[in-house]
């Protein structure tokens, strides 16, 4: 079986970012959104947008990427996050989980700019990339009501999996320091 392509292109226009998705929106698009978005909101009012017209399924780790990224602009108090367009499946899951009452959804006529750049997966960074998956579900977890019940007890067996994996002494350290 073939695992359709997941496309993610950006196109940034004075103080509008906006982000395409085509195919499956996954973990493996999500650092490099996360990356790209946290350089852009360095000393600008942002205005973010992810068009979600072609895009097929989303999966946990992109969505608590989305919560995490409206939350980091809410919190500047400044600036907006929309999703534009999502297609039927992103609509269907979006409701199932309780998220079309947390982001505002506008519906676009499809941009036909030809400066749009294809970002690219970070698999490298190995360590940012499960830190990433962690922050994620740690999102969807803040969230109230069922979406955030589901998501409550994965985020903390992620967050635990992932301690698990810093170096003992590391973790000696912050074991210390949150008695004191």
Not at 37 to 57: A, I, K, M, N, S
Not at 106 to 116: H, I, K, N, Q, R
Request: glycine share 4%; with cysteine.
């Amino acid at each position: 079986m073939t695992v359709p392509q997941s496309i993610v292109r950006v196109h940034q226009y004075d103080q509008t970012l906006t982000f395409q998705v085509e195919g499956r929106a996954t973990m493996h698009q999500s650092l490099s959104i996360r990356r790209f978005v946290e350089q852009y909101l360095t000393g600008r009012t942002p205005v973010l947008g992810v068009d979600l017209r072609h895009c097929t399924h989303m999966d946990s780790t992109f969505l608590g990427t989305l919560v995490f990224l409206k939350r980091a602009v809410n919190r500047r108090g400044q600036g907006e996050f929309t999703l534009i367009s999502p297609s039927p499946e992103c609509c269907r899951l979006l409701q199932q989980m309780g998220l079309e009452k947390i982001f505002p959804i506008v519906t676009e006529e499809e941009f036909t700019v030809s400066t749009w750049t294809e970002l690219k997966s970070e698999p490298e960074d190995i360590k940012a990339f499960k830190r990433n998956i962690v922050q994620a579900h740690q999102e969807l977890a803040h969230l109230e009501g069922p979406a955030g019940e589901i998501f409550r007890e994965l985020a903390n067996s992620l967050a635990r999996e992932l301690e698990s994996e810093k170096p003992e002494s590391w973790q000696d350290k912050n074991r210390q320091s949150s008695r004191t």
